[in-house]
């Protein structure tokens, strides 16, 4: 059984969004982890108008994985947040690799078309 000591949000109500992911120690053998969802929400720093967006972030696992509710609730943060598509990938990605410090991470956020236009921003990261 893996340590879970460091988890504060699984198994506790949460009411808003947190700052960073958490981690738990990577099961061995586990090559790749995916997340996919279609319910990331931002807004346009200019506008200020709802970006709506699908986001895929798969990374190799080093020592530690990611606990997903704590991604949901990370991810919640950026509703309100005034980000270029482009920005919001980089910043994800940039926090699956300060966090869960995997070998390599991979997202890709593709934006909901407005005005006819599909924005997608691919960050990739590799440990060093």
């Known amino acids: 059984m893996s340590d879970t000591s460091s988890l504060t949000v699984l198994g506790a109500t949460v009411r808003e969004p947190i700052q960073h992911v958490e981690v738990f120690p990577a099961p061995a053998h586990v090559t790749s982890v995916t997340f996919t969802t279609d319910e990331l929400s931002s807004m346009c720093p200019v506008t200020q108008q709802p970006d709506l967006s ?54 890709v956020l593709t934006q909901r078309p407005r005005g006819g236009i599909e924005v997608k921003a691919i960050s990739e990261m590799s440990a060093s």
Request: glycine letters at 4%.
């Open 54 to 107: 699908t986001l895929v972030i798969e990374y190799v696992p080093n020592a530690h994985c990611i606990e997903s509710k704590s991604l949901k609730l990370y991810l919640w943060g950026f509703r309100d947040r005034a980000v270029f598509a482009e920005a919001l990938a980089a910043e994800i990605a940039g926090e699956v690799m300060a966090t869960a410090q995997p070998h390599h991470v991979r997202v």
